[in-house]
């Protein structure tokens, strides 16, 4: 690759990382959850959030952090990152553990209809579930009576269906409210892996194993910040 073509107005910071190639793995993380459904909107506040992404960017946003997790070795790295309950959700009731530590007022959804239910059950009166993903299907059920009992707001969205001035205005805005917590060391994005180029295939079956946790990152030859 000799040539990569972008809109100026999109770029960002390169981050922490950036020395060792690694800085690419800030772009998506960072504007993820600014972007989908005001999870960082100072308008919107939240004071406890559960989520399966970002979780340093959401404590350093004053927020309580609940986590889910496969498997006992993420849920140890989810607490090291700062989370303060961080759940198996393969070894039990993960909705029981964040009722009893008080309910979500903000739910990150990765998982879609296999979680839905639950994510909604987790979430106080006036709550959030923001919808960002649907590992486990795209279609599910909702009870109507909880969400007017509860008072909820149901979104989602996707940032790669945006148009470039919305992906410009987002850049900005996490330059100035985000980066500012790369820079001390408030945030950061754990990277699992990193491939060569060539070896795309190998990082593809990386992400398909599931195992990983944090960022499977691509290194280009040659690239630098």
Not at 125 to 134: D, E, H, S, W
Request: charged content about 20%; hydrophobic content about 50%.
């Amino acid at each position: 690759i000799t040539a990569v073509f972008t809109a100026a107005d999109g770029l960002g910071p390169a981050g922490a990382g950036a020395a060792d190639g690694r800085g690419g793995s800030w772009g998506w993380a960072g504007r993820s959850p600014s972007g989908r459904g005001g999870v960082f909107d100072p308008k919107n506040p939240m004071s406890r959030q559960s989520t399966r992404s970002a979780r340093a960017g959401r404590r350093a946003a004053g927020a309580r952090v609940f986590a889910t997790a496969r498997g006992a070795e993420k849920v140890t790295k989810a607490r090291e990152l700062g989370a303060d309950l961080a759940v198996d959700a393969a070894a039990g009731d993960w909705a029981a553990a964040v009722k009893a530590a008080g309910g979500a007022d903000v739910v990150l959804d990765m998982m879609g209809a296999a979680y839905f239910k639950q994510n909604v059950d987790v979430l106080s009166p006036g709550g959030r579930l923001v919808v960002i993903a649907f590992l486990t299907g795209a279609v599910a059920e909702l009870n109507l009576m909880a969400l007017m009992m509860k008072r909820l707001t149901v979104t989602g969205s996707t940032l790669r269906a945006r148009d470039a001035q919305e992906k410009a205005r987002l850049a900005r805005a996490i330059e100035e409210r985000v980066w500012p917590w790369i820079a001390s060391g408030a945030v950061r994005v754990p990277v699992d892996r990193v491939f060569p180029l060539e070896r795309a295939g190998g990082a593809h079956a990386c992400l398909e194993q599931g195992a990983q946790f944090g960022k499977v990152v691509l290194e280009v030859p040659g690239l630098t910040f």
